[in-house]
């Protein structure tokens, strides 16, 4: 029937004129869902971020700690890899690795610096060090630092520090900090504290790290360690580490330089300082950090063995009291958690706490 064929057209587009706009809900609820959960997530995010690196932090102390009894952190994360990445120190060419693993965000950036390794950057003990801190959330840069293969630090080695850290800079890492161990604190610590480099960093440690060179040699020597009121000396001294250090600073032992060497008095050090060359004592000053810490523009970390038989716990009290002097931002971690650079398990859960709290705060820092 005519009459019914347009009766029903228009009932029809009533339909679907209905059925669009019930679909056009749904989707638009959809949307909506998506929206307030994309939302949400973009606001969970930072908790994310701070739980992820509460957790990879952990890890990597546990495995850090087990040395090879537990492997948290391995099991969690992907194996890193490791590539060469250009750097220059002036004309020089700075061997220098860079140890990275796939990750949804670009991680922050981390120089670390090695104390003394004949092999540098290739160092077995060295390389299992930068691929742990890979694993747990780091570009890390692994530089060769010559001196210290050698155990004859000059004020030059911190070149090697600066280009690693504008190495990182050029390769897209806008966030960089840099970890010095041991002796290598040296370096980093000078190079952190000297104009570009220092402008580049957001977080700095230095871990088993000196703040006087006259004081490490004063310990290196005859054991004796001094700051404020806290004094000692250790029953031994490092007579191996003497005889190194002499045999790959001869230029250095005239007869000054070798009556100071040879001494074993803690009382009679500040007499040989005095004695040796002017030039001797300006090696030893431009070695330092200590004098030079307020040029730091990032916060400063310290982490020290109670009973490091290398450097003593109080060259890190020294760096805490010129960083304070200068007005920067400093936290130490003096625990019996670590000895030298190496774990020592011989600790309580309060030192265990403190390390992972001071550690935790670099990397918090450093990824902003």
Known sequence: MPGGGVALAPACSHHERVTQTAVADRSAGRWGTVARLALATLVSLPFFAAASSLILTASFLVEFLGQGRWRPLSALTRAPV???????????????????????????????????????????????????????????????????????????????????????????????????????????????????????????????????????????????????????????????????????????????????????????????????????????????????????????FLIHGRRDPAVPFTESLRLEAAARAAGRPVRTAIVGAVGHVEADLRTGLADLVRLWATFYAFRRTAEG
């Not at 280009?163 to 604190?185: F, N, Q």
């Not at 957001?202 to 000196?210: E, P």
């Not at 006259?214 to 580490?241: D, I, K």
Request: hydrophobic residues 45%.
């Open 82 to 300: 490791a590539r060469g990445l250009p750097a220059m120190s002036g004309t020089r060419a700075v061997p220098l690795d860079l140890y990275t693993r796939d990750a949804l965000r670009r991680p922050p950036g981390l120089v670390l610096v090695h104390g003394l390794a004949a092999a540098g950057k290739d160092d077995p003990r060295l390389r299992e060090a930068a691929q742990l801190l890979a694993r747990a959330g780091w570009a890390v840069a692994v530089p060769t630092v010559e001196g210290l293969t050698v155990l004859r630090l000059r004020p030059e080695d911190a070149g090697a520090v600066t280009a690693s850290v504008e190495a990182l800079h050029a390769a897209g890492y806008r966030r960089v900090a840099v970890l010095g161990i041991s002796l290598g604190a040296g370096p980093a610590l000078l190079a952190a504290s000297d104009g570009t480099p220092a402008s580049r960093l957001v977080a700095v440690l230095a871990m088993g790290g000196y703040a006087s060179a006259v004081e490490l040699l004063r310990y290196t020597l005859t054991g004796a360690y001094a700051f404020g009121p806290v004094a000692g000396r250790a029953g031994t001294v490092l007579e191996p580490a003497i005889a190194q250090f002499a045999r790959a600073n001869t230029e250095l032992l005239d007869e000054a330089g070798r009556r100071f060497v040879d001494n074993r008095d803690p009382a009679a050090v500040d007499e040989r300082v005095r004695a040796l060359p002017r030039s001797t004592r300006d090696l030893l000053d431009a070695l330092s950090p200590g004098p030079r810490i307020g040029g730091l523009r990032a916060p400063l």
